[in-house]
Nanobody, 118 residues
């Protein structure tokens, strides 16, 4: 079955950087649009960024434009989220998402905590 495993979360001071990774298994990785979402305490899960199956098209939420970059390596079944200039409001659990480009079936990872605080 499809599994998504995130890593790279942690504690960082405002202005710092983190890189999240998500490795997929049980899937043909290049058949999936990949995305990162986040959910802060008491808030709904929101889109952070998505990347097309081939990696040519990305989409970022306005709140992270210019600071976060999504990328993927299909040979490694991995999608990344480079997060720079982190702010306290970026504190959340970050989830990896995979959506099949044909069936539209969607899968989620277990999430990784990112805490931005001084």
């Amino acid at each position: 079955q499809v599994q998504l495993v995130e890593s790279g979360g942690g504690y960082v001071q405002p202005g710092g950087s983190l890189r999240l990774s998500c490795v997929g298994s049980g899937m043909i990785f290049s058949h999936y649009t990949m995305g990162w979402y986040r959910q802060a305490p008491g808030k709904q899960r929101e889109l952070v960024a998505t990347i097309s199956n081939g990696g040519s098209t990305t989409n970022n939420a306005d709140s992270v434009k210019g600071r976060f970059t999504i990328s993927r390596d299909n040979a490694k079944n991995t999608v990344y989220l480079q997060m720079n200039s982190l702010k306290s409001e970026d504190t959340a659990v970050y989830y990896c998402n995979a959506k099949n480009i044909v069936t539209r079936l969607t899968y989620w990872g277990q999430g990784t905590q990112v805490t931005v605080s001084s």
